[in-house]
């Protein structure tokens, strides 16, 4: 009896790390081929013969990408651009996501359905308009045009993702705090953030990779390389017909990748304790 | 009576007050160029009137809706189509993974999560790229070679609509999934566990715990979440673009929604007022949308 | 944990709201600054930075590679504080940059007459509505190619038929006879070419269903069937390198990868088509520099300087060597080194024949529309009169919604 229940533990473990197992392949399998294209001495995106471990390995692309182009201070910019976004699409946001969801006012019904119609209106069909704001600004060409712009965009989906969560927070919880004589920054601070820690962590990673990602605003508002960003300065390697080749772009694409995935494995550990350590469940 | 009302207002402008930074910096950087978009669309500004471009009253949108003939029509309906489809794979797909990805004997569970999240690390239109030419490519491409190898057959996989329309959905899952599984992933986490516990002891099995724990308690918190990928999803241009119809490497497809569409027929034209006219159609499209979807699910969204 | 998290956003920000306003303070007097936008090969960049250098101190001269140029400069152009001086490009867009208005005509700075000096080719492209836009350096036209190890001296087909021919005789076993981009408008325009047709018309009116062109796509049409569904270039070009194709016709700047990848390749002369007589004539493409309207004024100067610089033989020399295409100016085919070069030489010779790329406005939407019926009719197998039929109405009602 014992024997079989055991037996069928091992075989279920075995179906789900296999399940697993072809999920991650699936996962990973273009950017296996990006790595073997960016490893192979012969490199070259297409061929007749691909394998996935090349015959003739070289970091040279790899040295080129860090040589040839000034990726440092790209990455340089790409991170203060990106703290600076989070900062400040988080700093306005909570504070907005938090009252959404838990003052009930006048209007603030039809303003959530706005925003949710703002979120559906690609932005880039609006370039040409925030082209127009930022240059009457004369925050075309600078970092900190740019960062609003991405806090901007991002602020959106900010609010509407954390006041989801903030919703799902008991206000019970609230209340004892309230009896306990916290004032609401103290119960704000104090309560519902650290409970609500997971969705500040997506939402943040969410606009992290937002930004890290971004080109199409960065190409068109940014000139000069040495102000460009990861994402922009990657478009320019790109590889043409005439110009760029597809082993440095492969390259310079998981290095450009790489930070995000820290930054991602970073927030992991972070993740667990949410509203399950606060132990309340309404 | 005065007294409350008082409150209620007192209560409104402090609400607004706090949310005032962030609803300011929407306003600027998405109300403000949607209006700004809106003026546009009644100017004729184009490469003939770059600079001096005068306010031509609704010209623009009466073109627009003639040009937004059966084509348009049928790539609505591909827009319906491609969202509906790609959302309930991302859902059902999502929640089996991040159910299983919970399982308690699972001690590779934070190295399977990392891994399922790199898609999401690489910039999209490089993942784009390499799915079309190192994947699909019906000369090179892996798939092709692996399916050469098993059947003997040549598929020329982005070349005639249907096949054309799974492989793109097959990349926007590979990107949007990552995201999803995170969401879903994060909202289980969040399910007292002790529901569970009594649930076993009650005898319900797993799939009975699923139906009738964990898709009530996560829908709320994952709610807001699945909202907005439906309208990334209906938004999506990059994907068909890039795989199907990019100029000097169009495959034969012919997938178009309605951004696409809108692409060929008015952005290439570098007329910004005729363009801009259609951008704000899409808009009070996806407002009729969203209505209609309201109307429905009333509370629950919002 | 999270303080000192908080604390080095909040620093980080600080430092990058300082950093980006110390940035913009740098323009000051003294040397004047000419940025340039480019979107070329980083050999080409070195040629021209070692050209302009001995105009230091007084004038110093950024090059800056820009993808996307096109869309950006279409924001941009006429912002002071982000447009470049002067961007190298092909001809093809001048159309739309001089119709709304941020280009400045090249003869304010340079002497008309001295625009004799260059092939006819090369100013013709460069000028639109009678006006001069661009100082060409170089032109590249397609060329026909073929890996010497497959094809014999006497296998190279003088005409379309004896191409054909070939095609039937080696496509087999994974190996293709000759492959293009068959549904990519500018290497299918030199078939259409071939035939006396045109995508458009000078003043902009589209012909694709003129009677050349329907004729051309159809004859075209048995060619693709012996080539792969693919018409991008990766595919195509990786044919070739792989010694998979015996032929192809590419551009001058394949020829350098082709050679790297251990091809003997070998140029030869346009087939010709049987029915009209007339060689298959690919567009051509005019690289040259282009001058903004914005800073034009306030830099007068130092951009006559640049000019005169890239107006040197020398540099056009230099630049088609690394480039692999042909100078611009008529004087250099004179030199030995050049007469030498056959790559140099086979594109001066093609160039008698070959079609600038037309640089009205107009023809931004025939690419999208001339490449869509490519592939109706190459890949998804449509009728050719229908096909076009709809293309050609397509691409009135987009030229009718550009105005």
């Keep these: ?282 | 009576m005065k007294a409350k009302s008082n409150t209620g207002a007192r209560k409104t402008l402090i609400a607004y007050l706090v949310a005032s930074p962030s609803l300011l910096l929407i306003g600027l950087i998405v109300v403000f160029p949607i209006l700004y978009t809106a003026y546009i669309s009644l100017t004729n500004m184009n490469t003939y009137h770059w600079f001096n471009y005068s306010i031509i009253g609704l010209d623009n949108y009466k073109r627009a809706l003639f040009m937004f003939d059966s084509g348009f029509l049928s790539a609505l309906l591909n827009t319906v189509v491609w969202t509906v489809v790609n959302m309930v794979l991302q859902l059902v797909i999502a929640f089996l993974i991040s159910n299983l990805l919970n399982v308690k004997r699972l001690p590779l569970r934070n190295f399977y999560k990392t891994i399922l999240m790199f898609p999401w690390a690489m910039p999209g239109y490089v993942s784009i790229l390499l799915w079309k030419t190192g994947m699909f490519n019906s000369q090179f491409g892996l798939l092709t070679q692996w399916m050469e190898k098993l059947s003997g057959l040549t598929v020329r996989w982005l070349q005639n609509d249907v096949s054309a329309f799974l492989c793109c959905t097959a990349v926007n899952l590979w990107l949007a999934l990552p995201f999803m599984i995170m969401i879903m992933d994060g909202g289980l986490k969040s399910i007292d566990r002790s529901y569970y516990e009594s649930a076993t002891l009650d005898g319900a099995g797993p799939i009975r715990q699923a139906v009738s724990i964990t898709l009530p308690c996560l829908r709320p918190i994952i709610g807001p979440s699945v909202v907005i990928t439906v309208f990334t999803t209906f938004k999506q241009f990059d994907i068909i673009y890039l795989m199907t119809q990019q100029v000097g490497a169009q495959t034969g497809a012919h997938i178009h929604t309605i951004i696409t569409y809108a692409y060929e027929n008015a952005f290439i034209t570098n007329n910004y007022g005729f363009s801009s006219a259609i951008s704000i159609l899409i808009f009070a499209l996806l407002i009729v949308f969203a209505q209609i979807s309201n109307r429905r699910e009333k509370e629950e969204t919002v | 944990m999270k303080k000192t998290v908080s604390i080095i956003l909040l620093l980080v920000l600080l430092l990058s709201l300082t950093g980006c306003s110390s940035q913009q303070e740098t323009k000051t007097a003294g040397p004047v600054t000419i940025t340039i936008w480019h979107d070329k090969e980083e050999p080409v960049i070195a040629v021209l930075e070692e050209a302009v250098k001995e105009l230091e101190p007084d004038v110093h001269v950024v090059f800056e590679k820009k993808s996307g140029m096109t869309e950006s400069l279409k924001l941009v152009g006429n912002d002071k504080n982000a447009a470049p001086d002067l961007y190298i490009f092909a001809h093809d867009k001048i159309g739309v940059y001089a119709e709304m208005g941020i280009l400045t005509p090249i003869t304010e700075f340079v002497d008309s007459s001295l625009l004799d000096r260059y092939v006819p080719l090369t100013v013709k492209g460069a000028t639109y509505k009678g006006t001069v836009y661009q100082l060409p350096l170089y032109f590249e036209t397609l060329l026909f190619m073929y890996n010497k190890k497959y094809m014999a001296e006497s296998d190279i087909p003088g005409t379309t038929e004896d191409l054909y021919s070939y095609m039937e005789r080696k496509t087999r076993y994974g190996h293709y006879g000759f492959v293009e981009q068959h549904s990519t408008p500018y290497y299918a325009a030199g078939w259409i070419h071939g035939f006396g047709g045109s995508l458009i018309t000078e003043d902009g009116q589209p012909l694709l269903n003129s009677e050349e062109v329907t004729a051309a796509l159809a004859y075209h049409k048995k060619f693709v069937d012996l080539m792969p569904g693919e018409t991008e270039y990766a595919t195509v070009n990786t044919l070739f390198t792989e010694g998979m194709a015996h032929a192809t016709i590419a551009g001058p700047w394949f020829v350098p990868t082709v050679r790297n990848a251990g091809i003997d390749v070998e140029i030869a002369p346009m087939p010709i088509v049987n029915e009209t007589g007339l060689p298959l004539a690919p567009y051509s493409g005019i690289q040259g520099v282009h001058i903004l309207k914005v800073h034009a004024e306030e830099k007068k100067a130092a951009i006559s300087k640049v000019l005169e610089i890239l107006m040197n033989p020398d540099v056009s020399v230099a630049l088609a060597k690394v480039s692999g295409c042909a100078p611009a100016m008529e004087s250099c085919y004179e030199r030995e080194d050049v007469q030498a070069d056959s790559l140099i030489m086979a594109m001066r010779s093609t160039a008698e024949t070959a079609v600038p790329m037309p640089n009205i406005p107009e023809m931004d939407v025939m690419w999208s529309v001339a490449g869509t019926l490519l592939t109706d009719v190459n890949v998804s197998g449509y009728d050719v009169l229908e096909a076009a039929e709809s293309a050609q109405q397509k691409a009135l009602d987009l030229i009718e919604a550009m105005k």
């Design chain 1, 1 to 282: 009896m014992k024997r079989k229940k055991w037996m069928k533990r091992i075989a279920g473990s075995f179906l789900l790390n296999g399940f697993f197992i072809i999920c991650c392949l699936l996962a990973l399998l273009p950017i296996l081929y990006a790595l073997s294209v960016s490893l192979d001495a012969k490199g070259s995106l297409l061929s007749a013969n691909f394998s996935f471990i090349p015959q003739e390995i070289t970091g040279e692309h790899y040295i080129r990408v860090f040589t040839e182009k000034p990726v440092l201070q790209w990455f340089g910019n790409t991170m203060l651009m990106t703290a600076a976004t989070v900062l400040v699409a988080m700093v306005t946001a909570v504070p907005a996501a938090y009252v959404f969801s838990r003052r009930k006012f006048a209007g603030r019904k039809v303003v959530l359905r706005v925003l949710l119609l703002l979120y559906s209106f690609p932005s880039v069909l609006s370039m040409f308009a925030i082209y127009k704001l930022m240059s009457t600004f004369g925050m075309i060409n600078t970092h900190i045009g740019l960062i609003i712009i991405y806090a901007g965009t991002m602020s959106v989906f900010a609010l509407l993702n954390m006041k989801g969560y903030f919703d799902a927070i008991p206000v019970e919880i609230e209340e004892a705090g309230r009896i306990d004589g916290c004032d609401d920054v103290k119960i704000v601070t104090k309560i519902v953030l650290p409970l609500a820690r997971p969705t500040l962590i997506v939402t943040g990673v969410m606009i992290v990779n937002y930004v890290w990602n971004e080109y199409i605003f960065s190409i068109n508002f940014l000139t000069g390389s040495d102000r460009m960003t990861l994402a922009s300065g990657l478009y320019s390697l790109q590889a043409t017909e005439t110009s760029g080749s597809w082993p440095v772009f492969a390259a310079a694409s998981l290095v450009v990748s790489f930070p995000v995935l820290v930054i991602f494995f970073w927030s992991q550990r972070y993740m667990v304790s949410g509203l399950t350590s606060g132990g309340v469940r309404g």
